[in-house]
């Protein structure tokens, strides 16, 4: 699976929009990326993934640039409890079975 | 529908003991994954299992052992516990292997001392 690259930590105002960027620069094109979270001592909630197209859910907005390179994980509305460590995870789509690789992660905290 | 349940949530084990964890997935749902977490290591793959078959294993030594039941339900079994085993032990299910998105339980604690 591709190697993502993540910030070590950002910081968001609440009620502002978080933009949460991810490089992958070796992703292939059987690849998926995938966002997952994990608030303090819980396990890991899933966020949104995609291929090409960009993608939207009720939770936040994934956009995948033209080359795929990278990708920016939006969260329109930013609220206290969004703060946690994001995970950026490229997975290929067709010998992963069932592996997700986590790195570090982005730690996000949300000021009042 | 109700979410990935483990038990137990925290347990507390002495060096050379075995342990037995269990994950019963979401209704529906074929896979179920199983993911060690530590402070040092981070979140790290253990073993996949779909239709009672382990398809897929990570980089762990073989007293990290598991298997799924005809119903999906998954237990994962450490045989003589190290203290470096002391972690936070996460399953996830997924409708099938592959694509779809993996639904992570609480976890279950485990302390070796």
């Known amino acids: 699976d591709a190697k993502t690259t993540q910030p070590t930590s950002m910081d968001c105002a609440e009620g502002r929009a978080a933009n949460l960027p991810c490089n992958h620069s070796?992703?292939?094109?059987?690849?998926?990326v995938y966002w997952y979270r994990q608030i303090h001592s819980q396990g890991p909630q899933y966020i949104i993934h995609g291929l090409k197209n960009n993608e939207t859910n009720e939770m936040a907005s994934l956009i995948i640039t033209e080359d795929r390179k990278s990708s920016t994980l939006i969260l329109p509305h930013a609220t206290l409890r969004d703060t946690a460590v994001y995970y950026c995870?490229?997975?290929?789509?067709?010998?992963?079975?069932?592996?997700?690789?986590f790195g570090q992660g982005t730690i996000l905290t949300v000021h009042p | 529908k109700a979410g990935v349940t483990q038990t137990p949530r925290y347990l507390i084990k002495t060096r050379g003991q075995q342990v037995t964890l269990s994950c019963s997935p979401i209704s529906g749902h074929r896979s179920v994954s199983w993911y060690q977490q530590t402070p040092g290591q981070g979140l790290q793959f253990l073993f996949e299992?779909?239709?009672?078959?382990?398809?897929n294993k990570g980089n762990f030594p073989g007293r990290f052992s598991g298997r799924q039941f005809s119903n999906s339900r998954s237990e994962m079994n450490v045989s003589t516990l190290e203290l470096g085993d002391s972690a936070l032990y996460l399953c996830?299910?997924?409708?099938?292997?592959?694509?779809?998105?993996?639904?992570f339980g609480p976890g279950t604690r485990l302390t070796v001392t």
């Open positions: 299992y779909f239709s009672e078959t382990q398809r």
């Open positions: 995870i490229v997975r290929d789509g067709g010998t992963s079975y069932g592996k997700l690789t």
């Open positions: 070796t992703i292939s094109g059987n690849e998926y």
């Open positions: 996830a299910s997924s409708l099938d292997s592959l694509v779809y998105e993996q639904y």
